[in-house]
């Protein structure tokens, strides 16, 4: 196959792909973010999201959070709106370690809460000796 040839393969595949996702916009979403000695609190506005279409992932230090919209429209045309539909998406870097075993994440009435429990630093006594 020659080069020409590869290229009009990938351009046809990439254009059918674009063909089967449907145009939706990406919101990034409103968040609070809470701190304490024991842990941080990110509370994320979410509207129209099921738990089933949420995705929270950690790796190493980044936080990934993403979610898509169930939302059906009305039958009907559009004649104005004040509120926008999609999905959403928000990467956070930690400045510091957490307890990755005790995070705890709560979709409710499209409000997520995400604990992020601090990991306590291990510390180790050196026992010293004398020669």
Do not use: C, W
Not at 37 to 57: F, R, Y
Not at 91 to 111: C, H, M, R, W, Y
Request: proline letters at 6%; hydrophobic letters at 30%.
């Amino acid at each position: 196959m020659s080069i020409s040839e590869l290229l009009k393969t990938e351009d046809k595949a990439v254009t059918e792909q674009e063909k089967t996702q449907r145009p939706r916009p990406t919101f990034t979403p409103s968040t609070d973010l809470y701190s304490n000695e024991e842990a941080h609190t990110l509370v994320l506005d979410l509207p129209g999201v099921k738990e089933s279409d949420l995705e929270i992932s950690l790796e190493k230090d980044e936080l990934r959070i993403s979610a898509k919209t169930s939302v059906s429209e009305p039958n009907g045309n559009l004649r104005y709106s004040e509120y926008g539909t999609g999905d959403y998406k928000r990467t956070f870097v930690l400045s510091e370690p957490v307890d990755e075993d005790k995070i705890s994440a709560v979709l409710q009435n499209g409000v997520l809460r995400l604990k992020l429990p601090r990991k306590k630093p291990l510390s180790k006594k050196i026992e010293v000796k004398t020669q």
